[in-house]
Structures are given as C-alpha cells and as structure tokens.
C-alpha cells in the first residue's frame, strides 16, 4: 500500500542527513516540507523561537505534548544539558513509529522517552511513573483544543512551579483562542508573543510564551 507522508520524511531523512547529527536531520525535514510535502513540524522559523526558549531556560525536567515525527523533539533535546532527559508524548502510534526512527538516527534517543497515549490520561501520571516532581519547560503542540484543559491539569496535578515555562505552538493558526485568553488574563501567568508564520507558509502563526507565578 501507499506509504504515509511520515515513512516518505523518515526516508528524506536516511537519504540526506547524517547519522549522529541532529542540526542535518532538522535541515533534512525542512527541506523535504519546503520542496516536497507540506507537514506539521514547527518548523525553521518557529523552531529558532523555540531554540533560544530552551536556551534561555535551561530546562532539567522537559515535557512536550505532540511528537508528530519528532522534529521538535530533535531541536529540544539537542539542546538539552547532558543527564538531562526529555518525556515526549504521542497519541497517533504511526507517528510514533516513524519519531522514533527519527530520534534515533539523530542520536539523542538517550535524552528521549517517547510515550504513546493521549495527555488527559498521561498528565496525572506523571508524578508516580517518571519520578518528576514539576516541570522547567512544556513545549505544546498537540489538540489546540487540549492547551487549556491540559494546563489546567498541570495546575491540579501540581506539576508547575514558579518559574516553569510553557511554550504553546500555533495559537493563531490553527488557533487556540480559549486558551490565549486563559494564560493572559490569568494573574498566574505572565503571558508573551512571539509573532511569526505557520512552517513552510506566509500564514500568520506564533508561539505563546508563559512563565508560571506560583
Ligand atoms: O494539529 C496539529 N498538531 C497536533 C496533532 C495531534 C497529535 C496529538 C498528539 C497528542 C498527544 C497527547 N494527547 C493528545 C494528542 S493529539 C497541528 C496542525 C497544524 C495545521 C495548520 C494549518 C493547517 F491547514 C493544517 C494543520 C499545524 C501545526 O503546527 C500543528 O501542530
Ligand atoms: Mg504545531
């Protein structure tokens, strides 16, 4: 049967990037989005934003909800201080199968814990199976209509601390409105905008930034 947009990246990748070096896996994805098949990763534009985030925080404790083909988790965990590991989670198993093809061949499968299932059930999980008591950074970029259930559970499960940074991809497009107006009206949060465009298009995108107080 036909191969998935997925298997056809994951064959990009193999073809024209470097075992054992992140920076030529995420040129190699962005080439392919650019010249061959439109794909949801964040992206080069996007990706740099989330790049200097990582920097800036320094994270010890990582979360990122949306694997997709791990294309973001390859820029997070390339970043990452050595010891430090990521906890990625995907609910599409074919997605998982080809992200973790992806990891791999970019080296950093040892800085990575892919889970599959979906956040309702894995967020309140997480304290008892991965032995976190909170989180530095969560990268979103899941259901857009998840963000802000899933923040809220953070927020009950008691997985933030002050200090913890949440970035959320796509908040304009596709969107997620309920969302925005929680994190900035919300005097938990000090909420920023960083202005920029859906990967691989002109559209009007960005990525929301929001520090939680305590
Ligand atoms: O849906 C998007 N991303 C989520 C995929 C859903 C996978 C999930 C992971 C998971 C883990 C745990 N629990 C539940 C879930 S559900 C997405 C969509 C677009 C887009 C933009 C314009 C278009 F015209 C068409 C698509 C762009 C993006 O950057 C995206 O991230
Ligand atoms: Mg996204």
Known sequence: TRSTRPQRML???QKNATK????????AIDYFCKNSEWAMNVGDE??????????????STVLELGTYCGYSTVRIARLLSPGT?????EFNPAYATVARQIIAYAGLQDKVTLVEGSSADLIPQIKERFGITTFDFIFLDHWKDRYLPDIKLFEECG?????????????ICPGAPEYLE?????????SRYYPAHLEYTKAEDGLEKSVFLG
């Open 11 to 13: 064959k990009a990748v």
């Open 20 to 27: 054992g070096n992140p920076q030529s896996v995420i040129s």
């Open 46 to 59: 996007k990706g740099s934003i989330l790049d200097s985030v990582v920097t800036e925080v320094n994270p």
């Open 85 to 89: 590991k990521l906890i990625t989670l």
């Open 159 to 171: 997985l933030l601390r002050k200090g913890s940074v949440l970035l959320a991809d796509n908040v």
């Open 182 to 190: 929680y994190v900035r009206n919300s005097p938990r949060y000090e």
